[in-house]
């Protein structure tokens, strides 16, 4: 499958930004989806998780309440829903999918979309 994040841009602190991420080549709803962060000279980190039916989903604590994944398989694209941003919030967003079993660890994804920045400064 090929993963392509989009939706990134610069947004003022308690804004909002919706990035998607498109499947191709395979059908999305055989996949576990991720969305990681990496922020400049930070590891990559878990940012929330949906398992396949969308039954399940997982948050990072510092996105918690603020931050919601959707997906819908018809249209093969998963969604990150960002309110109330940060500039914490500030780093390139990528989305990643398994077939294996929903985790919050990078290592447990085989598919990785290229990234989009989100840049949320006033």
């Known amino acids: 499958v090929q993963l392509q994040a989009s939706g990134g841009g610069l947004v003022q602190p308690g804004g909002s930004l919706r990035l998607s991420c498109a499947a191709s080549?395979?059908?999305?709803?055989?996949?576990?989806v991720a969305w990681f962060r990496q922020a400049p000279g930070k590891e990559r980190e878990f940012v929330g998780s949906i398992s396949m039916t969308a039954v399940t989903t997982r948050y990072a604590d510092s996105v918690k309440g603020r931050f919601t994944i959707s997906r819908d398989n018809a249209k093969n694209t998963v969604d990150l829903q960002m309110n109330n941003l940060k500039p914490e919030d500030t780093a390139v967003y990528y989305c990643?999918?398994?077939?294996?079993?929903?985790?919050?660890?990078?290592?447990?994804?085989?598919?990785w979309g290229q990234g989009t920045l989100v840049t949320v400064s006033s």
């Open positions: 080549g395979r059908t999305a709803s055989n996949y576990h």
């Open positions: 990643a999918g398994n077939r294996k079993a929903l985790s919050t660890s990078r290592y447990a994804y085989d598919y």
